[in-house]
């Protein structure tokens, strides 16, 4: 029972601004976000930098265009 008036007394300020906003905000839009990473992540597993997966995360989260290559395949 301490242990969770210890915890409640250390996030009280948050705690408190959850009904200060009086439920206009919703979790949801953060839980999507979440629920992207986590699944460009799991795509992202084979590749070999970080800058890789980096930008896998960009694109697939801020809906960037694609960025221009310095050469070409064709």
Same mark, same amino acid.
């Given at each position: 029972? @301490?242990?969770?008036?210890?915890?409640? %007394? !250390?996030?009280?300020? !948050? &705690?408190?601004?959850?009904? %200060? *906003? @009086?439920? $206009?905000? /919703? /979790?949801? &839009? +953060?839980?999507?976000?979440?629920?992207? *990473? @986590? +699944? =460009?992540? @799991?795509?992202?597993?084979?590749? %070999? =930098?970080?800058?890789?997966?980096? &930008? *896998? !995360?960009?694109?697939? $989260?801020? *809906?960037?265009?694609?960025?221009? +290559? =310095?050469? /070409?395949?064709?």
């Amino acid at each position: 029972m @301490k242990r969770m008036a210890r915890q409640m %007394r !250390l996030h009280q300020p !948050l &705690i408190l601004n959850w009904f %200060r *906003a @009086k439920k $206009l905000f /919703s /979790s949801g &839009i +953060v839980e999507g976000f979440n629920n992207k *990473a @986590k +699944v =460009t992540l @799991k795509k992202a597993y084979g590749f %070999r =930098t970080f800058n890789a997966m980096q &930008i *896998a !995360l960009f694109h697939q $989260l801020g *809906a960037l265009p694609e960025p221009q +290559v =310095t050469h /070409s395949f064709w």
